[in-house]
């Protein structure tokens, strides 16, 4: 699977701290790259395939999946740059079907689901060479599930099934089971990975309709998106029964955040989004100052809804 690529040490450096795989043609690919495409990517389906189907220890799927995120990522990359110059939305619709790389996100993402569902297995818990192994399932996670959601928004094509779904169960599983304490950014996944800011990143992502087709996320507004997340909340719903305008998160249902106009009457699965002033400007959404249990009561806008 090998082809002629830039130094491999500082190219790998550059796939693990990159934020946006980026879908603008201004990169055209050149002819050898096409072939490239054509060759290797049945190969990659067929191995990622028989990978999820393996009975292996996690130790081995963990060496394969690692081999493989450097020819995988490299794929994405060109198949986005083909995709950019092959789907013009003004030419030809856009079929609602996966795209081959949003296929290849998927099956990398059900790898490192039933990779980390295996590794929770009671047999396979041995201490310490397992922590390790699993912070690095769940940074990876976080990356790949963070390259599907960014590409279907910038491309403006529906996500894969269950792409909302698993990073729901993912942050569920960091609370429920790994202990994660929201707003402490206590949580150590290594490379300066907080879950709670990667998960609130990608629920703002979510929230941006202006994005959509953008093609490319700028690495100002990518940095902007990060510093929105740190000064976002969580919050439970119960504390909120009543309120107007709030940005419900479902944790029971495949799909992004939303904003919800009416007042919630009963709790649900997840958590409400509390992002600052300045997200809610930029992604245009106007929150009431009203309660539902005071519908008379103006005071409460002219105060900030407190009293």
């Not at 220890?57 to 994405?76: D, H």
């Not at 740190?230 to 504390?239: D, K, N, T, Y």
């Amino acid at each position: 699977m090998s082809r002629p690529t830039r130094d491999s040490e500082t190219q790998t450096a550059e796939l693990d701290s990159q934020p946006s795989i980026g879908l603008g043609a201004n990169d055209l690919p050149d002819p050898p790259e096409s072939q490239w495409v054509r060759s290797q990517l049945p190969l990659l389906y067929k191995i990622l395939d028989q990978l999820d189907g393996e009975e292996l220890t996690p130790q081995q799927r963990i060496r394969a999946l690692r081999n493989l995120k450097r020819p995988l990522l490299e794929m994405v990359k060109a198949l986005s740059r083909l995709d950019a110059l092959e789907s013009d939305p003004k030419v030809f619709p856009l079929s609602p079907s996966p795209t081959s790389a949003q296929r290849l996100l998927e099956r990398m993402c059900r790898n490192l689901e039933h990779l980390l569902l295996t590794l929770d297995r009671r047999r396979f818990q041995s201490g310490a060479l397992d922590d390790v192994g699993r912070r690095w399932i769940i940074r990876q996670l976080f990356a790949y599930l963070g390259h599907q959601i960014e590409y279907g928004i910038l491309s403006a094509r529906p996500w894969p099934p269950r792409t909302w779904q698993r990073l729901h169960d993912l942050f569920e599983y960091l609370v429920e089971r790994r202990g994660l304490e929201l707003g402490t950014g206590s949580a150590d996944l290594g490379r300066g990975l907080d879950p709670e800011t990667a998960y609130k990143r990608l629920l703002l992502l979510g929230l941006c309709p202006r994005l959509k087709g953008a093609r490319r996320l700028n690495g100002d507004l990518a940095n902007q998106l990060t510093r929105w997340a740190i000064e976002s909340r969580l919050g439970q719903p119960a504390a909120h029964l009543g309120e107007y305008g709030l940005i419900v998160v479902e944790t029971s249902q495949d799909g992004p955040a939303r904003y919800r106009k009416q007042p919630a009457d009963d709790p649900w699965r997840g958590w409400i989004l509390e992002p600052p002033g300045e997200f809610l400007a930029f992604a245009g959404i106007q929150r009431p100052s009203l309660s539902l249990a005071d519908p008379g009561d103006d005071t409460r806008a002219l105060f900030g809804g407190r009293r």
